[in-house]
Protein backbone atom coordinates (compact mmCIF):
# COMPACT_ATOMS: atom_id res chain seq x y z
CA UNK A 1 0.00 0.00 0.00
CA UNK A 2 0.88 3.50 -1.02
CA UNK A 3 -0.13 6.68 0.88
CA UNK A 4 -0.03 10.02 -1.36
CA UNK A 5 -0.42 13.45 -0.32
CA UNK A 6 -1.55 14.85 -3.38
CA UNK A 7 -2.62 12.60 -6.23
CA UNK A 8 0.03 14.06 -8.64
CA UNK A 9 2.80 13.34 -6.42
CA UNK A 10 5.33 11.19 -7.85
CA UNK A 11 6.37 9.67 -4.54
CA UNK A 12 4.49 8.04 -1.69
CA UNK A 13 4.42 9.21 1.45
CA UNK A 14 7.64 7.69 3.48
CA UNK A 15 5.25 6.82 6.49
CA UNK A 16 1.84 5.35 6.64
CA UNK A 17 0.40 8.42 8.45
CA UNK A 18 -1.90 10.94 7.12
CA UNK A 19 -1.65 14.84 8.40
CA UNK A 20 -4.12 17.09 8.32
CA UNK A 21 -2.71 18.94 4.76
CA UNK A 22 -2.74 15.76 3.47
CA UNK A 23 -5.45 14.42 0.81
CA UNK A 24 -5.99 10.83 2.04
CA UNK A 25 -5.43 8.77 -1.13
CA UNK A 26 -3.63 5.20 -1.44
CA UNK A 27 -3.32 2.82 -4.11
CA UNK A 28 -3.10 -0.30 -2.94
CA UNK A 29 -2.76 -3.64 -5.22
CA UNK A 30 -6.13 -6.33 -4.66
CA UNK A 31 -3.46 -9.39 -4.02
CA UNK A 32 -2.75 -7.28 -1.20
CA UNK A 33 -6.08 -7.71 0.84
CA UNK A 34 -5.49 -5.00 3.24
CA UNK A 35 -8.25 -4.32 5.50
CA UNK A 36 -8.65 -0.22 5.93
CA UNK A 37 -11.27 2.32 5.98
CA UNK A 38 -11.95 4.01 3.02
CA UNK A 39 -14.12 3.89 -0.93
CA UNK A 40 -12.77 2.90 -3.69
CA UNK A 41 -12.68 6.07 -6.13
CA UNK A 42 -11.53 3.51 -9.34
CA UNK A 43 -10.15 0.31 -10.44
CA UNK A 44 -8.22 -1.18 -12.92
CA UNK A 45 -4.85 -3.15 -14.17
CA UNK A 46 -1.23 -1.44 -14.11
CA UNK A 47 1.82 -3.01 -15.61
CA UNK A 48 0.05 -6.11 -15.04
CA UNK A 49 -1.35 -5.74 -11.85
CA UNK A 50 -4.95 -4.81 -10.62
CA UNK A 51 -4.65 -1.89 -8.13
CA UNK A 52 -7.08 0.46 -6.75
CA UNK A 53 -7.14 4.26 -6.14
CA UNK A 54 -9.05 4.74 -2.60
CA UNK A 55 -10.12 7.61 -0.52
CA UNK A 56 -9.93 7.38 3.26
CA UNK A 57 -12.53 9.54 5.97
CA UNK A 58 -11.66 12.21 7.78
CA UNK A 59 -11.71 11.44 11.39
CA UNK A 60 -14.09 12.30 13.37
CA UNK A 61 -11.77 13.12 16.54
CA UNK A 62 -8.18 14.84 15.80
CA UNK A 63 -6.37 11.13 15.80
CA UNK A 64 -7.71 8.35 14.13
CA UNK A 65 -6.51 4.46 13.03
CA UNK A 66 -6.61 2.28 10.05
CA UNK A 67 -5.10 4.18 8.47
CA UNK A 68 -3.29 6.41 10.91
CA UNK A 69 -4.26 10.20 11.05
CA UNK A 70 -2.99 12.72 13.16
CA UNK A 71 -3.47 16.16 14.10
CA UNK A 72 -6.73 16.87 12.56
CA UNK A 73 -9.61 19.30 12.65
CA UNK A 74 -12.74 18.30 14.24
CA UNK A 75 -16.34 19.54 13.61
CA UNK A 76 -16.91 23.28 15.09
CA UNK A 77 -18.34 22.73 18.55
CA UNK A 78 -22.21 23.66 19.15
CA UNK A 79 -22.95 26.94 20.63
CA UNK A 80 -19.17 28.25 20.46
CA UNK A 81 -18.68 32.07 18.73
CA UNK A 82 -15.18 31.00 16.79
CA UNK A 83 -12.63 33.31 18.17
CA UNK A 84 -9.18 32.08 17.21
CA UNK A 85 -7.83 31.00 14.26
CA UNK A 86 -8.24 27.44 14.30
CA UNK A 87 -12.12 28.04 15.90
CA UNK A 88 -12.35 30.65 12.39
CA UNK A 89 -10.84 27.86 9.37
CA UNK A 90 -13.04 25.44 11.07
CA UNK A 91 -16.05 27.60 10.66
CA UNK A 92 -15.00 28.46 6.96
CA UNK A 93 -14.35 24.15 6.45
CA UNK A 94 -18.09 23.72 7.73
CA UNK A 95 -19.31 26.77 5.75
CA UNK A 96 -17.66 25.54 2.13
CA UNK A 97 -19.08 21.78 3.42
CA UNK A 98 -22.39 23.09 3.93
CA UNK A 99 -22.35 25.28 0.81
CA UNK A 100 -21.55 22.34 -1.19
CA UNK A 101 -24.05 19.75 0.41
CA UNK A 102 -26.63 22.82 -1.14
CA UNK A 103 -25.32 22.62 -4.24
CA UNK A 104 -24.80 19.06 -4.99
CA UNK A 105 -28.53 18.58 -3.79
CA UNK A 106 -29.79 20.81 -6.02
CA UNK A 107 -29.72 17.93 -8.83
CA UNK A 108 -31.45 16.35 -7.22
CA UNK A 109 -34.09 18.42 -7.54
CA UNK A 110 -33.29 19.35 -11.14
CA UNK A 111 -33.72 15.71 -11.74
CA UNK A 112 -37.41 16.23 -10.94
CA UNK A 113 -37.31 17.94 -15.03
CA UNK A 114 -34.38 15.40 -16.59
CA UNK A 115 -35.24 16.99 -19.78
CA UNK A 116 -34.27 20.39 -18.62
CA UNK A 117 -31.80 19.18 -16.20
CA UNK A 118 -28.73 21.18 -16.81
CA UNK A 119 -30.51 24.49 -17.30
CA UNK A 120 -32.25 24.21 -14.22
CA UNK A 121 -29.14 23.50 -11.80
CA UNK A 122 -27.35 26.12 -13.92
CA UNK A 123 -30.57 28.65 -13.31
CA UNK A 124 -30.06 27.32 -9.24
CA UNK A 125 -26.18 27.55 -9.36
CA UNK A 126 -26.57 31.26 -10.61
CA UNK A 127 -28.55 32.15 -7.78
CA UNK A 128 -26.46 30.82 -5.23
CA UNK A 129 -23.85 33.73 -6.71
CA UNK A 130 -25.87 36.13 -4.80
CA UNK A 131 -24.87 35.99 -0.94
CA UNK A 132 -27.82 37.96 -0.33
CA UNK A 133 -30.41 35.48 -0.65
CA UNK A 134 -29.68 32.22 0.70
CA UNK A 135 -30.95 29.50 -0.31
CA UNK A 136 -33.81 28.07 1.18
CA UNK A 137 -32.61 25.00 3.28
CA UNK A 138 -34.61 22.96 5.83
CA UNK A 139 -34.64 25.20 8.75
CA UNK A 140 -35.53 28.24 6.97
CA UNK A 141 -38.68 26.07 5.42
CA UNK A 142 -39.61 24.81 9.39
CA UNK A 143 -39.17 28.63 10.96
CA UNK A 144 -41.74 29.88 7.82
CA UNK A 145 -44.15 26.53 8.62
CA UNK A 146 -43.77 26.21 12.49
CA UNK A 147 -43.30 29.59 13.55
CA UNK A 148 -46.83 30.24 14.52
CA UNK A 149 -47.43 26.95 15.99
CA UNK A 150 -44.49 27.35 18.30
CA UNK A 151 -45.42 30.89 19.50
CA UNK A 152 -48.51 29.71 20.95
CA UNK A 153 -47.73 26.31 21.65
CA UNK A 154 -47.70 27.62 25.46
CA UNK A 155 -51.69 27.66 25.82
CA UNK A 156 -52.09 24.35 24.51
CA UNK A 157 -49.28 22.46 26.14
CA UNK A 158 -51.48 18.63 26.99
CA UNK A 159 -51.01 18.17 30.85
CA UNK A 160 -51.85 15.16 32.82
CA UNK A 161 -53.11 15.10 36.34
CA UNK A 162 -50.87 12.98 38.83
CA UNK A 163 -51.85 11.52 41.98
CA UNK A 164 -49.27 12.36 44.99
CA UNK A 165 -49.88 11.95 48.93
CA UNK A 166 -49.63 15.25 50.43
CA UNK A 167 -50.52 16.51 53.98
CA UNK A 168 -53.81 18.48 53.59
CA UNK A 169 -56.03 20.40 55.99
CA UNK A 170 -58.56 18.12 56.93
CA UNK A 171 -61.40 20.36 55.51
CA UNK A 172 -59.81 20.21 51.75
CA UNK A 173 -59.02 16.39 52.08
CA UNK A 174 -61.34 14.95 49.40
CA UNK A 175 -59.78 11.15 48.64
CA UNK A 176 -57.35 8.70 50.80
CA UNK A 177 -55.71 5.77 49.51
CA UNK A 178 -54.31 2.78 51.50
CA UNK A 179 -51.16 4.16 52.28
CA UNK A 180 -53.16 7.66 53.69
CA UNK A 181 -55.28 5.79 56.06
CA UNK A 182 -51.62 3.03 57.37
CA UNK A 183 -50.37 7.46 57.99
CA UNK A 184 -53.77 8.06 59.50
CA UNK A 185 -54.06 5.04 62.04
CA UNK A 186 -50.27 5.52 63.17
CA UNK A 187 -50.95 8.95 64.63
CA UNK A 188 -51.96 9.56 68.18
CA UNK A 189 -55.64 10.34 69.13
CA UNK A 190 -58.94 9.13 69.33
CA UNK A 191 -60.83 11.16 66.37
CA UNK A 192 -59.54 11.70 62.90
CA UNK A 193 -59.43 15.79 64.26
CA UNK A 194 -57.13 14.46 67.01
CA UNK A 195 -55.11 12.56 65.01
CA UNK A 196 -54.61 15.87 62.82
CA UNK A 197 -52.91 17.28 65.25
CA UNK A 198 -52.31 20.81 65.82
CA UNK A 199 -51.71 21.78 62.20
CA UNK A 200 -54.62 20.25 61.21
CA UNK A 201 -53.66 18.15 58.04
CA UNK A 202 -53.87 14.69 57.00
CA UNK A 203 -52.34 12.67 54.95
CA UNK A 204 -53.94 12.58 51.33
CA UNK A 205 -54.36 11.55 47.81
CA UNK A 206 -53.98 15.46 45.77
CA UNK A 207 -54.38 15.81 42.09
CA UNK A 208 -51.29 17.93 40.58
CA UNK A 209 -51.21 19.11 36.70
CA UNK A 210 -47.67 18.01 35.88
CA UNK A 211 -46.44 18.83 32.26
CA UNK A 212 -43.89 16.79 31.93
CA UNK A 213 -45.36 14.14 29.27
CA UNK A 214 -43.35 12.50 26.42
CA UNK A 215 -44.97 14.83 23.77
CA UNK A 216 -43.69 17.61 25.70
CA UNK A 217 -40.33 16.48 26.17
CA UNK A 218 -39.96 15.99 23.07
CA UNK A 219 -41.16 19.16 21.81
CA UNK A 220 -38.52 20.61 24.47
CA UNK A 221 -35.76 18.11 22.75
CA UNK A 222 -37.25 20.09 19.16
CA UNK A 223 -36.66 23.70 20.59
CA UNK A 224 -33.32 23.51 22.24
CA UNK A 225 -32.43 21.47 18.35
CA UNK A 226 -34.05 24.08 16.39
CA UNK A 227 -32.26 26.68 18.10
CA UNK A 228 -28.90 25.30 18.12
CA UNK A 229 -29.64 24.87 14.21
CA UNK A 230 -31.00 28.42 13.62
CA UNK A 231 -28.03 29.82 15.54
CA UNK A 232 -25.28 27.64 12.64
CA UNK A 233 -27.03 28.69 10.08
CA UNK A 234 -27.64 32.28 10.94
CA UNK A 235 -23.37 32.33 11.55
CA UNK A 236 -22.78 31.05 7.88
CA UNK A 237 -25.37 33.42 6.58
CA UNK A 238 -24.32 36.67 7.99
CA UNK A 239 -24.14 38.35 4.79
CA UNK A 240 -28.01 38.10 4.30
CA UNK A 241 -28.71 39.84 7.33
CA UNK A 242 -30.82 41.87 5.57
CA UNK A 243 -32.63 39.29 3.82
CA UNK A 244 -36.60 38.20 4.59
CA UNK A 245 -35.53 34.44 5.19
CA UNK A 246 -32.62 35.32 7.30
CA UNK A 247 -34.38 37.57 9.72
CA UNK A 248 -37.54 34.87 9.62
CA UNK A 249 -34.58 32.01 10.95
CA UNK A 250 -33.84 34.65 13.56
CA UNK A 251 -37.44 35.68 14.56
CA UNK A 252 -37.79 31.89 14.59
CA UNK A 253 -34.56 31.10 16.99
CA UNK A 254 -36.36 33.09 19.18
CA UNK A 255 -39.41 31.96 19.69
CA UNK A 256 -37.71 28.26 20.21
CA UNK A 257 -35.61 29.84 23.11
CA UNK A 258 -38.04 31.67 24.80
CA UNK A 259 -40.56 28.19 24.24
CA UNK A 260 -37.52 26.10 25.41
CA UNK A 261 -37.00 28.31 28.20
CA UNK A 262 -40.97 28.06 29.63
CA UNK A 263 -40.67 24.35 29.05
CA UNK A 264 -37.84 24.58 31.64
CA UNK A 265 -39.11 26.03 34.36
CA UNK A 266 -42.63 24.15 34.10
CA UNK A 267 -40.43 21.04 34.78
CA UNK A 268 -40.25 19.20 31.04
CA UNK A 269 -37.57 16.93 30.53
CA UNK A 270 -35.88 16.44 26.96
CA UNK A 271 -36.62 13.56 25.01
CA UNK A 272 -34.07 11.18 24.06
CA UNK A 273 -33.03 11.13 20.72
CA UNK A 274 -34.72 7.19 20.21
CA UNK A 275 -37.68 7.55 22.08
CA UNK A 276 -40.82 5.18 20.83
CA UNK A 277 -43.48 7.53 19.39
CA UNK A 278 -46.79 7.55 21.45
CA UNK A 279 -50.66 8.01 20.38
CA UNK A 280 -50.33 11.70 21.01
CA UNK A 281 -47.07 11.83 18.22
CA UNK A 282 -48.89 9.97 15.98
CA UNK A 283 -52.36 11.12 16.16
CA UNK A 284 -52.68 14.92 17.49
CA UNK A 285 -51.76 17.35 14.30
CA UNK A 286 -49.74 19.54 16.43
CA UNK A 287 -47.39 17.45 18.06
CA UNK A 288 -47.58 15.21 14.95
CA UNK A 289 -45.71 18.58 13.03
CA UNK A 290 -42.84 18.95 15.62
CA UNK A 291 -42.35 15.49 15.69
CA UNK A 292 -41.64 15.17 11.98
CA UNK A 293 -39.32 18.58 12.16
CA UNK A 294 -37.84 17.11 15.05
CA UNK A 295 -37.08 13.83 13.08
CA UNK A 296 -36.11 16.31 9.47
CA UNK A 297 -33.24 17.97 12.17
CA UNK A 298 -32.15 14.79 13.76
CA UNK A 299 -31.28 13.29 10.42
CA UNK A 300 -29.99 16.25 9.21
CA UNK A 301 -27.31 16.11 12.59
CA UNK A 302 -26.65 12.39 12.17
CA UNK A 303 -25.87 12.57 8.15
CA UNK A 304 -23.55 15.49 9.06
CA UNK A 305 -21.10 13.37 11.37
CA UNK A 306 -20.65 11.63 7.91
CA UNK A 307 -20.59 13.71 5.59
CA UNK A 308 -17.76 15.78 7.48
CA UNK A 309 -15.96 12.65 7.46
CA UNK A 310 -16.21 12.00 3.41
CA UNK A 311 -17.10 15.62 2.58
CA UNK A 312 -13.86 15.23 -0.60
CA UNK A 313 -16.43 12.76 -2.13
CA UNK A 314 -18.77 15.73 -2.04
CA UNK A 315 -16.06 17.75 -2.87
CA UNK A 316 -15.99 15.51 -6.23
CA UNK A 317 -19.56 15.44 -7.37
CA UNK A 318 -19.50 19.12 -7.39
CA UNK A 319 -16.75 19.34 -9.29
CA UNK A 320 -17.86 17.03 -11.92
CA UNK A 321 -21.53 18.98 -11.78
CA UNK A 322 -19.08 22.40 -12.23
CA UNK A 323 -17.57 21.10 -14.83
CA UNK A 324 -20.47 19.94 -17.46
CA UNK A 325 -22.23 23.23 -16.36
CA UNK A 326 -19.08 25.27 -17.29
CA UNK A 327 -19.52 23.24 -20.80
CA UNK A 328 -22.91 23.10 -21.54
CA UNK A 329 -22.86 26.88 -20.98
CA UNK A 330 -20.73 27.20 -24.46
CA UNK A 331 -23.03 28.68 -27.16
CA UNK A 332 -21.54 25.93 -29.67
CA UNK A 333 -21.66 22.90 -27.09
CA UNK A 334 -24.77 20.31 -27.73
CA UNK A 335 -25.57 17.74 -25.09
CA UNK A 336 -25.08 14.43 -27.15
CA UNK A 337 -25.31 11.87 -24.44
CA UNK A 338 -26.48 11.79 -20.87
CA UNK A 339 -25.37 8.74 -18.52
CA UNK A 340 -28.79 8.28 -16.26
CA UNK A 341 -28.44 9.34 -12.79
CA UNK A 342 -29.36 7.64 -9.76
CA UNK A 343 -29.80 9.92 -6.89
CA UNK A 344 -29.99 9.29 -3.06
CA UNK A 345 -30.83 11.64 -0.17
CA UNK A 346 -28.88 9.29 2.25
CA UNK A 347 -25.15 10.19 0.77
CA UNK A 348 -23.63 6.64 0.67
CA UNK A 349 -20.06 7.72 1.44
CA UNK A 350 -20.53 11.57 1.13
CA UNK A 351 -22.07 10.43 -2.85
CA UNK A 352 -25.02 11.46 -3.98
CA UNK A 353 -25.71 10.17 -7.06
CA UNK A 354 -23.90 7.39 -8.76
CA UNK A 355 -23.72 7.18 -13.14
CA UNK A 356 -22.17 5.57 -15.89
CA UNK A 357 -18.84 6.58 -17.96
CA UNK A 358 -19.18 8.85 -19.60
CA UNK A 359 -21.02 11.02 -17.35
CA UNK A 360 -21.55 12.98 -20.44
CA UNK A 361 -20.68 13.76 -23.74
CA UNK A 362 -20.96 16.96 -25.82
CA UNK A 363 -20.67 17.74 -29.59
CA UNK A 364 -19.10 21.30 -30.09
CA UNK A 365 -20.33 22.23 -33.30
CA UNK A 366 -17.63 24.99 -34.46
CA UNK A 367 -14.22 23.09 -33.17
CA UNK A 368 -15.89 19.75 -34.42
CA UNK A 369 -14.72 18.20 -30.92
CA UNK A 370 -16.55 15.72 -28.58
CA UNK A 371 -16.25 15.48 -25.28
CA UNK A 372 -16.32 13.64 -22.65
CA UNK A 373 -16.78 13.57 -18.91
CA UNK A 374 -15.40 10.73 -16.99
CA UNK A 375 -15.98 10.44 -13.22
CA UNK A 376 -15.10 7.56 -10.46
CA UNK A 377 -14.80 4.97 -13.57
CA UNK A 378 -15.53 1.48 -12.69
CA UNK A 379 -12.62 0.28 -14.71
CA UNK A 380 -10.27 2.57 -15.17
CA UNK A 381 -7.59 2.94 -18.15
CA UNK A 382 -3.87 2.95 -17.96
CA UNK A 383 -3.79 7.09 -18.39
CA UNK A 384 -6.57 7.50 -15.27
CA UNK A 385 -4.66 5.10 -13.54
CA UNK A 386 -1.26 6.26 -13.80
CA UNK A 387 -2.25 10.10 -13.25
CA UNK A 388 -4.54 9.45 -10.11
CA UNK A 389 -7.65 11.80 -11.29
CA UNK A 390 -10.99 9.90 -10.83
CA UNK A 391 -12.07 12.97 -12.77
CA UNK A 392 -11.04 13.34 -16.46
CA UNK A 393 -11.80 14.68 -19.74
CA UNK A 394 -11.30 12.83 -23.41
CA UNK A 395 -11.32 15.44 -26.53
CA UNK A 396 -11.48 14.15 -29.57
CA UNK A 397 -12.39 14.75 -33.15
CA UNK A 398 -14.21 12.35 -34.69
CA UNK A 399 -13.63 11.35 -38.42
CA UNK A 400 -10.26 13.37 -38.96
CA UNK A 401 -7.84 11.69 -36.32
CA UNK A 402 -7.41 8.83 -34.17
CA UNK A 403 -5.74 10.42 -31.81
CA UNK A 404 -7.50 11.38 -28.22
CA UNK A 405 -6.67 14.48 -25.78
CA UNK A 406 -6.73 13.22 -21.98
CA UNK A 407 -6.94 15.85 -19.76
CA UNK A 408 -6.60 14.41 -15.75
CA UNK A 409 -8.58 16.86 -13.60
CA UNK A 410 -7.62 16.77 -9.97
CA UNK A 411 -10.05 17.54 -7.36
CA UNK A 412 -7.77 17.49 -3.96
CA UNK A 413 -9.62 18.13 -0.37
CA UNK A 414 -7.86 18.60 2.62
CA UNK A 415 -8.40 20.16 6.02
CA UNK A 416 -5.94 22.83 5.38
CA UNK A 417 -5.37 25.70 3.24
CA UNK A 418 -4.13 25.23 -0.28
CA UNK A 419 -1.41 26.95 -2.27
CA UNK A 420 -2.93 26.92 -5.29
CA UNK A 421 0.28 28.77 -6.92
CA UNK A 422 2.76 25.91 -5.59
CA UNK A 423 0.36 23.19 -5.92
CA UNK A 424 -0.23 23.96 -9.79
CA UNK A 425 3.59 23.65 -10.52
CA UNK A 426 4.19 20.41 -9.09
CA UNK A 427 1.02 19.40 -10.78
CA UNK A 428 2.67 20.66 -13.57
CA UNK A 429 6.05 18.59 -13.11
CA UNK A 430 4.46 15.55 -12.66
CA UNK A 431 2.40 15.85 -15.94
CA UNK A 432 5.41 16.82 -17.53
CA UNK A 433 7.39 13.36 -16.31
CA UNK A 434 5.10 11.35 -16.52
CA UNK A 435 5.85 7.99 -18.99
CA UNK A 436 2.94 6.64 -20.78
CA UNK A 437 4.71 4.58 -23.29
CA UNK A 438 3.21 4.62 -26.55
CA UNK A 439 -0.28 5.52 -26.94
CA UNK A 440 -2.90 7.64 -29.14
CA UNK A 441 -3.65 9.77 -26.25
CA UNK A 442 -2.01 12.79 -25.62
CA UNK A 443 -1.71 14.15 -22.50
CA UNK A 444 -0.62 17.79 -22.15
CA UNK A 445 -2.81 19.56 -20.18
CA UNK A 446 -4.58 19.03 -16.29
CA UNK A 447 -6.73 21.15 -14.45
CA UNK A 448 -6.49 21.20 -10.38
CA UNK A 449 -10.02 22.51 -8.34
CA UNK A 450 -9.05 23.34 -4.86
CA UNK A 451 -11.73 23.92 -2.05
CA UNK A 452 -10.97 27.69 -2.06
CA UNK A 453 -12.60 27.97 2.54
CA UNK A 454 -13.32 31.89 1.72
CA UNK A 455 -10.11 32.68 -0.08
CA UNK A 456 -10.64 32.23 -4.21
CA UNK A 457 -7.98 31.77 -6.36
CA UNK A 458 -6.52 31.12 -9.72
CA UNK A 459 -3.42 30.02 -11.26
CA UNK A 460 -1.04 28.70 -14.32
CA UNK A 461 1.77 27.05 -15.18
CA UNK A 462 3.88 25.70 -18.19
CA UNK A 463 6.65 23.22 -17.65
CA UNK A 464 8.02 21.91 -20.70
CA UNK A 465 5.40 20.83 -23.40
CA UNK A 466 2.70 20.18 -20.11
CA UNK A 467 0.44 22.92 -18.65
CA UNK A 468 -1.63 22.88 -15.15
CA UNK A 469 -4.46 25.25 -14.37
CA UNK A 470 -5.81 25.62 -10.81
CA UNK A 471 -8.85 27.30 -9.50
CA UNK A 472 -9.92 27.55 -5.87
CA UNK A 473 -13.42 27.91 -5.56
CA UNK A 474 -16.55 27.89 -2.51
CA UNK A 475 -19.74 26.52 -3.16
CA UNK A 476 -21.75 29.69 -2.88
CA UNK A 477 -20.92 34.48 -3.10
CA UNK A 478 -18.61 35.39 -5.18
CA UNK A 479 -16.16 32.70 -4.55
CA UNK A 480 -18.21 30.43 -6.57
CA UNK A 481 -19.16 33.14 -9.66
CA UNK A 482 -15.19 33.51 -9.59
CA UNK A 483 -14.70 29.86 -10.08
CA UNK A 484 -17.57 29.45 -12.70
CA UNK A 485 -15.75 32.45 -14.81
CA UNK A 486 -12.31 31.29 -14.68
CA UNK A 487 -13.25 27.31 -14.81
CA UNK A 488 -15.34 28.36 -18.61
CA UNK A 489 -12.39 30.78 -19.48
CA UNK A 490 -9.73 27.43 -19.15
CA UNK A 491 -12.83 25.41 -21.17
CA UNK A 492 -13.12 27.45 -23.96
CA UNK A 493 -9.57 28.20 -24.65
CA UNK A 494 -6.83 26.36 -23.33
CA UNK A 495 -8.60 23.51 -22.23
CA UNK A 496 -9.60 22.31 -25.40
CA UNK A 497 -7.29 23.18 -27.37
CA UNK A 498 -6.43 19.97 -28.62
CA UNK A 499 -3.20 18.49 -30.48
CA UNK A 500 -4.19 18.19 -34.01
Not at 140 to 146: D, F, G, M
Not at 236 to 242: G, L, N, P, T, Y
Not at 397 to 419: M, Q, Y
Amino acid sequence: MKFFARPWYSQAKSALEFGSSDCLISEVLVTEQIEIEGSILMSGVVDGQEQRLQLHPYPTKSDGQNPLRTGFIVRPKKNVEPTSHDELFQSHVMRSMHDVLDRVSELGEALEDATNMWQRLNDAWIKAQNEAEPRLSEIVRQAKSLSRLIREFDRKLRKILRRNRELTPIDRAQEMDRASIRWLVRQPGRSTVERAGSSQRVMATVRRENFDTPENRVLHAYVLLASDVSREWLREHSSASSSERYKCVLSYRNVCKNLSRYLSDIGVGIAPSDIHPNYVLIQNPDYRRVYKAWRSLLLRQKALDELWAWQAETWTDFCVLALVLSIDNMEEAQLVAQSPVAWSNDADFGRFFEQDDPFAAFWLRDRELLVEIFSRPLQADNHQLRTRSHLSVRVRKPFHDDRTTFIPVWTPHALSEFNVHAEVGDAANFLEQLDLGDSFEVVRNGLVLFPAYGKPDFASRTVGRSKVDGIALDGSGTSLEEGLKNLSSIVTSTFLRGHW
